[in-house]
């Protein structure tokens, strides 16, 4: 644990951090909470909580518009290097993607009714920024070396045909802030 003037920073899997003795005002997941086990997720953040607390979660997603069929093409690289993609498989259009953090929150009983916004935006990514931005996803992370890099001189072959060597991707985000129902969990029991 590290503290910096008013703040504290603990560096823990969310479901084995125990629970401080101060509730939290808001518990903020930035394409976060779905890593955290079902059963555990929405619990232990509504104990977390204050009465009145609030939760708020943006997950993005990689939705159809801007280079469709250059990711089209991509998509036989995920096939080749990345075991389990389905074949075939189509980025769906930003309508389609469901709202599933706010959808849960409200499901579990212990929050209200979410507030929910989605945005949808266009990114320009260079041959380079798009190998880098495939890098933080957690499958290219997870590729031995030499197949990460396989799999990243494929995606590079269908950009470097693009005009300028740019590729146009679509980009939804979505927003959810849920306040804490009334007294519905102890503190002490997530």
């Known amino acids: 644990m590290r503290h910096d003037a008013d703040v504290a920073v603990h560096t ?34 509504a104990a977390a909580l204050a009465p009145g607390g609030s939760v708020a979660t943006f997950d993005t997603w990689h939705v159809a518009g801007g280079d469709d069929a250059a990711f089209a093409e991509m998509q036989r690289c995920y096939e080749w290097f990345l075991p389990g993609t389905p074949p075939g498989l189509r980025l769906p259009d930003a309508a389609d993607v469901p ?12 929050f ?16 380079e920024a798009y190998l880098r931005l495939l890098c933080t996803y957690s499958r290219g992370r997870a590729l031995e070396p030499e197949s990460r890099a396989a799999f990243l001189a494929c995606i590079a072959e269908v950009i470097d045909r693009l005009p300028g060597a740019r590729v146009r991707k679509v980009h939804l985000t979505q927003l959810m802030v849920a306040q804490r129902r009334a007294r519905t969990v102890d503190h002490d029991d997530p």
């Open 12 to 45: 823990a899997a969310f479901e084995d951090w125990p629970l401080p003795a101060a509730a939290f005002d808001l518990v903020m997941g930035a394409a976060s909470l779905h890593w955290v086990h079902p059963a555990v997720r929405w619990r232990k953040t």
């Open 99 to 110: 709202d599933a953090r706010a959808d849960e929150a409200e499901a579990s009983g212990l």
């Open 112 to 127: 209200a009714a979410a507030q929910r916004r989605r945005y949808a935006w266009e990114c320009v990514y260079d041959r």
